[in-house]
């Protein structure tokens, strides 16, 4: 109906630009029938670039009867009395459809230009967004919904072989059936289904066929159908390589750390039965005074209380790590565990000034004490061991809804990003200490096992230069939700 309306509407303007200048040529001065020829042949070209060939036809067809009628001789009758004013009116007509034709055809070349300037302009600000995925899950997800952005689709989907989804950009995408996608995927050629305004094309890389997309409500040229199958593909392959770099870098990270940690112990073990030999040995050679055989014994003493407690350490994760610890869970106040832990690293926080903050109406809780006031330990301990002798240590017990966190902080050089990460995995000691320092690293994976064991969780928080906090969580099973907190502050 709106076709028909502008059919209508040009005619009648064709045919008004013919009245119009047959009135102009007629009534106002004299003008000879070469000058009326050319303004009509002049409008024809106009409107053959405005509107196209068929009306800059039409008005020739019409500009040459009005030409013959008013303006050729006999004036007023549709006969031609010269045999050159026929030469001169078929010349006329000839031009004027010659001439509509080459601007028609300039004006589709213009606009086809046009058009394909518009399309690469659009797949290039698609590439770009495809550029800036980093995962193939990511890209799947993201490919439709940016086809159907940018290239003004109704709706996009895309499909990989080999897997059983199909990925849309909006669920009102069902023309796209799943069916037809992996149809074109497995026949490697692409489907027009112009009816329905659907558009459907296989992913290639060179003479592979990973998948297949489809567009509806946007009629998209060969090429850029061909230009987008092809960034699609290449996209995926980009980012499958991506993912297999980091899987190669992740695995080649984990065999160093594997290798840092059989170093650690293997040192471990070294140096105490390094020194115990050392001591056998001397006094096997005999020689010696009584007290340097004291000496040497009270070494052979130490270091293999030393190894002991490795060994210790190592049954203890290894029984926590199979399930076989039976927890002895009763209710304590979490100050008692805090306490025990206190008396028990006596010696490692000598002298220094540790601060217990315990919120005062914390309920009893179901814990085994042993057990956690090891952990307890452990990180007293290692607050001890990882910050300058005289700084301070701080302990505190705060409610958070359903859960007691119970943290140690100390002010400590801290732990950077990618070892507050590694430090909990059995084995594992920091970088900066590993040969510095003495210790096992199983310390921290034990206090997770038991944490883990009671249903909690630890975690750590640490800033470079300024301390560390590490914080454990206990359920109180017995917890209400109206139930709020309040902190004291009480000075060990
Ligand atoms: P160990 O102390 O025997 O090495 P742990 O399992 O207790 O083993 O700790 C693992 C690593 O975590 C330590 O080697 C150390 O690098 C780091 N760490 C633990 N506690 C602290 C702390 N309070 N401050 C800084 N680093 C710490």
New binding site residues.
Partial sequence: MRLAARIVFRSVVCTLVVIAGVLFFRHVGHFNATTVALSFLLAVLVVSTVWGFWYAAFLALISTLAFNFFFLPPVGTLTISDPQNWVALFAFLLTAVIAGQLSERARREALRANERRTEIERLYSFSQRLLTIESVPELLNQVPRNISDIFGARGAAIHLSGRPDVYRSSAQTSELESQRLQMVATRGGPEIDSAKGLAFAPLRLGVRTIGAFGISGAALSHESMDALSTLIAIAIERTNAIENIGKAEAAREHEKLHSAILD?IAH?FRTPLTAIKASVTSLLAGGLSAGQQNELMTVVDEESDRMNHLVEEATQLARLESNQVELDREPHQIGDAVQKALDATRKAIAGRSVKVTIAPELPPLNFDLELISNVLS??L???A???PPDSEINISAVRNKAEVVVS?A?R????DEL?RS???D?????????FS???????????KAIIEAHGGTVT?T?QLGH??V?SFTLVDRNYSVDQSSSVVTLTS
């Fill in positions: 650690s471990e452990q990180l301990e290692n607050a061991k990882y910050s140690v100390d400590g050089a801290g732990i070892e590694l430090i909990f059995k084995f594992y000691r920091g970088k900066d200490n590993r320092v003495q210790g096992t690293g199983m310390g921290l994976a034990i206090a750590v640490s301390g560390s590490f």
